[in-house]
């Protein structure tokens, strides 16, 4: 069976794993055109319902 | 290989799949805009906008293929009589795809899934509208019977009044619409 030649040292995994880590990055948020509020692109404003300048849902607590 | 394999199985079966959505165009037809999730409504888009060209078609033959998808006659009567035809002068893109976000629970991608021309909250919104108006109306009654009652004892002209009286009435709408947007 293949098997590690060494150990990996504590060293090396944690570089490994400090490298993930710094690959994650917050999801980038725009203000909404309609209300101000910040939301995700591409989707319809959870505060105020609007996309593209139309009204696509009444939310809950309007 | 995957070569010319189109389409997403949505981890069913082929039968499971059909029948899905089968329902789904079904529900789209009937109530004009549905929620559901992303992959899906990325899937339905290519039923619906073939359902709504036979629909155009509008032949008996193109009536039973419709059926025969969709297995339910209210469906392909609504589709035939009512969708088809408003969309005579569109030349495909019947449908539109909306995200909206993440479901709470298992945080998948939800999307809305519209018929181009049949949205529905523009009613809404309008009903919305016009309930606020009667709300402004009303305020504006009392305001001008409180300001009548004002006007009998300093006995000055209505129509002088009248006009200052409207902005004031807008600042107040607006003031209304940010509380809204606040919430
Ligand atoms: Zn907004």
Known sequence: MANPKRKISRSKRDMRRANWFSSMKPSQLITCDNCGEKKLPHRACPSCGYYQGKNIFIPKNA | ?183
């Open chain 2, 1 to 183: 290989m995957r070569h010319r394999k189109k389409g997403n199985h949505l981890s069913r079966t082929s039968s499971h799949k059909t029948a899905l959505m089968r329902n789904l165009a079904a529900q789209v037809i009937e109530h004009k805009e549905i929620k559901t999730t992303h992959a899906k409504a990325k899937e339905l888009r290519g039923y619906v906008e073939r359902l709504i060209t036979y629909g155009k078609k509008g032949t008996v033959h193109h009536r039973r293929l419709a059926f025969k998808f969709l297995q339910d006659k209210q469906a392909v009567n609504s589709l035939f009589e009512e969708v088809a035809p408003s969309f005579e002068n569109r030349n495909g893109g019947y449908t539109r795809i909306i995200k909206l976000g993440n479901r709470k629970g298992d945080n998948a991608p939800i999307s809305l899934f519209q018929l181009v021309g049949f949205e529905k909250i523009s009613d809404k919104a309008a009903a919305k509208a016009e309930k606020d108006k009667k709300k402004v109306a009303k305020k504006e009654k009392a305001a001008k019977e409180t300001e009548t009652k004002a006007q009998e004892s300093a006995a000055e002209e209505p129509a002088t009044q009248a006009e200052p009286e409207a902005p004031a009435e807008e600042k107040e709408a607006e003031k209304e619409d940010e509380e809204k947007k606040e919430d």
